[in-house]
T-cell receptor, first 117, second 112 residues
Framework: EPEVTQTPSHQVTQMGQEVILRCVPI?????FYWYRQILGQKVEFLVS????????KSEIFDDQFSVERPDGSNFTLKIRSTKLEDSAMYFC???????????????FGQGTRLTVV | DAKTTQPPSMDCAEGRAANLPCNHS???????VYWYRQIHSQGPQYIIH???NNETNEMASLIITEDRKSSTLILPHATLRDTAVYYC?????????????FGKGTKLSVKP
């Protein structure tokens, strides 16, 4: 069964450093997303990406965040200058663009645990 | 997107049906009911969705009341692996289904 893969599974970084979280969405999917979940809290939407541009973003997704699809397979989330409060599990998701059925499910990866020290 | 209300936790005996309720009294006519679950901090997993008719797939059944103000997710024969947080989400169906707003969900504990 196709799946969304994320690397690394765990990343530790020092405050102020830049981090890049990587995701390989399912190959025929066209919509890509990042979510995060701070320990013990809700899963929060960050950003959606379609046709090489951001289609929607939440208030959390401020100027220190950026996303990119550098090639035909990877989808990345960059945090420019990490803060302690960026420590969370980050989930990538993807969904297909099925023109005959608007109800396409989102598939989530297993997440990258980011720890900022 | 309409707000949903779910009990914070439920228990279920292994092998029995798990019935997880969700209230969405402000749901609009063009909003669907989706269910996802999250097993121990893994990525959320899609279960099922529906508009007004009852739906069934290999994982679960979704029963939506006639007025659409509430719904019930049914896991017909719960196993220990079904222990997870279950999220009921109401949203307008668009081509991109990924912009999901998660609440706190119901923590289902399946016990031997």
């Amino acid at each position: 069964e196709p799946e969304v893969t994320q690397t690394p599974s765990h990343q530790v970084t020092q405050m102020g450093q830049e981090v890049i979280l990587r995701c390989v969405p399912i190959s025929n999917h066209l919509y890509f997303y990042w979510y995060r979940q701070i320990l013990g809290q809700k899963v929060e939407f960050l950003v959606s990406f379609y046709n090489n541009e951001i289609s929607e973003k939440s208030e959390i997704f401020d100027d220190q965040f950026s996303v990119e699809r550098p090639d035909g397979s990877n989808f990345t989330l960059k945090i420019r200058s990490t803060k302690l409060e960026d420590s969370a599990m980050y989930f990538c998701a993807s969904s297909e663009d099925n023109k005959t059925n608007v109800n396409t499910e989102a598939f989530f990866g297993q997440g990258t645990r980011l720890t900022v020290v | 997107d309409a707000k949903t209300t779910q009990p914070p936790s439920m228990d279920c005996a292994e092998g029995r049906a798990a019935n997880l309720p969700c209230n969405h009294s402000t749901i609009s006519g063009n909003e669907y009911v989706y269910w996802y679950r999250q097993i121990h901090s893994q990525g959320p997993q899609y279960i099922i969705h529906g508009l007004k008719n009852n739906e069934t797939n290999e994982m679960a059944s979704l029963i939506i009341t006639e007025d659409r103000k509430s719904s019930t997710l049914i896991l017909p024969h719960a196993t220990l692996r079904d222990t997870a947080v279950y999220y009921c989400i109401v949203r307008v169906a668009l081509r991109s289904q990924g912009n999901l707003i998660f609440g706190k969900g119901t923590k289902l504990s399946v016990k031997p």
